[in-house]
């Protein structure tokens, strides 16, 4: 056994010849000599790790040409960009994994511009002096929400943990236990709450807080009440929560703040599309609430950025904290934004222009017809390699927002003769343009509501790779 383990480490080919391979072979051999190195010692470096765990031992005999080949393979791979565009197929719209929302022309337009020239991103042309940065989004934000104030931090996370330190370090903040929850990526509202210092006093049961449980915790430490959206849960059955306008009275009578924690935050009610109704921005604004905050690219259909929208008082103490300063949002964001607010001031503009609303808004019988295309296409071109046909599917707008809630769609379902499914999904995330699909009742699926009219190209090359590979 030992013997066998040092008969395969002695077999690996020293570091000069890897090289010297490595010079004379197709797409690699200009790269840069430091990083073939690299790349020669990582490789090295996992088969004698490999070897050493038994991984390779199967007929003691370690193939040089083919251990080479492998080595040019894997210079490629390792070479190629790490960060890529994917083709998104899951049909889930505002997909956090996959970039949440893509961002309309007129936004596109303004980061380049921004990029490229110098702006007055913290210069006021009418004075000359020094201006801020948020000045250019301000207004359309106070504007669109009816809010007093508005401010915006890097996401929403920072929102809430900005706001939270500002209002209630040191002091106490109320939330119902329905609502202490965790959204992707780790944020979780205890967690939030710990590191801004204030202490959280849970209220109420996990289906059910009543308006007596926030009187009866209000103490003389109470220095916030906070709602937070379940996002990407429901409680359904025997359930209660206080609705905002209650909880502001609430807030009114002990003279204490209320906030709410949007989550995703519309200024457009979705309803209209078939989705349930959830109040918008200016609905909760007009409510009473105090501090609203909510990200930039759920929803809204913006880039990545916090939200906070709110009376004046409260604005002006949140902006003031110096955690702002390290939560600030770059030039691209804040250039972007503002071309998605503008969209905003006509609805039918938003719907329009804003990727994220207009993939809500697509009609099911338009998404048809572009699969029926695609499907004829993949059937004389691959009917050898699978079944594809049209498959009726259901579409998710994602986020965290509206669990539960399907937007009818279709599909291009994949039934591979040869290859398993798993092997096809894993061969479409290899493809050239990466594509992400799901499994589901035994066939790939591609929902086109969440692939755009220009990505069909690449998404039909994509298909032929991986059925090949
Ligand atoms: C998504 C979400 C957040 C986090 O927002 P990011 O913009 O991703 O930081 C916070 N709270 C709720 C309720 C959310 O749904």
């Not at 391979?21 to 197709?26: E, I």
């Not at 002006?316 to 804040?334: C, H, Q, S, V, Y």
């Not at 046909?389 to 994949?414: D, F, I, K, M």
Request: proline letters at 3%; glycine letters at 8%; a negative charge.
């Amino acid at each position: 056994m030992e013997n066998k383990t040092s008969s395969l480490l002695r077999q690996l080919p020293a570091v000069h010849d890897c090289l010297a391979h490595l010079a004379a072979a197709d797409g690699v051999s200009e790269l840069p000599i430091g990083r073939l190195k690299h790349c020669v010692r990582l490789y090295l470096d996992t088969t004698r790790r490999n070897i050493l765990e038994g991984k390779l031992s199967q007929d003691g005999a370690l193939n040089r040409e083919s251990f080479l080949d492998e080595l040019v393979r894997y210079v490629h791979s390792y070479h190629k960009p790490r960060f890529t565009r994917v083709i998104n197929g899951t049909g889930v719209i505002v997909h956090t994994n996959l970039g949440r929302s893509l961002l309309p022309d007129s936004a596109l337009r303004n980061i380049v511009g921004a990029a490229s020239h110098y702006s007055n991103l913290e210069l006021n042309l009418a004075t000359g002096k020094r201006g801020s940065r948020y000045s250019h989004v301000e207004d359309l934000l106070c504007e669109l929400s009816g809010a007093e104030g508005a401010l915006v931090v890097n996401n929403n996370a920072a929102g809430v943990l900005i706001a939270l330190e500002t209002m209630g370090k040191g002091r106490e903040v109320i939330v119902s236990r329905g609502q202490l929850v965790e959204i992707g990526g780790s944020f979780r509202i205890p967690d939030i709450m710990a590191r801004s210092g204030a202490k959280l006093v849970e209220v109420g049961t996990t289906n059910r807080t009543h308006e007596r449980d926030y009187e009866n915790a209000i103490t003389e430490e109470t220095a916030l009440l906070l709602k937070v959206h379940c996002s990407n849960y429901k409680v359904i059955g025997f359930t209660r929560e206080v609705e905002a306008p209650e909880l502001v009275a609430i807030g009114r009578k002990h003279h204490l703040p209320v906030m709410e924690d949007l989550g995703s935050g519309c200024l457009l009610d979705l309803s209209r599309f078939g989705l349930a109704k959830e109040p918008t921005v200016q609905e909760v604004v007009a409510s009473g609430i105090d501090i609203v905050s909510f990200s930039g690219d759920k929803l809204l259909g913006g880039p990545q950025a916090g939200i906070i929208v709110g009376s004046k008082e409260y604005i002006e103490k949140i902006k003031k904290n110096p955690i702002n300063r390290a939560l600030r949002i770059d030039k691209f964001t804040l250039s972007s934004l503002e071309s998605v607010l503008r969209l905003y001031l006509d609805e039918s503009q938003a719907i329009e222009h804003v990727p994220t609303l207009r993939m809500i808004a697509m009609d099911a019988d338009a998404i048809k017809i572009r699969v029926d295309r695609l499907c004829r296409r993949c059937q004389e071109a691959f009917a050898d390699r699978a079944t594809i046909e049209a498959r009726a599917v259901s579409s998710q707008v994602g986020g965290g927002a509206l669990p539960e809630q399907n937007l009818a769609s279709w599909a291009v379902a994949l039934l591979p003769r040869q290859m398993k499914l798993s092997q096809v999904e894993q061969a479409l995330r290899f493809a050239t343009v990466p594509v992400m699909g799901r499994v589901e009742d035994e066939r790939l699926i591609i929902d086109l509501r969440t692939v755009s009219e220009g990505e069909e190209e690449d998404l039909f090359a994509s298909i032929g790779e991986a059925l090949s590979a």
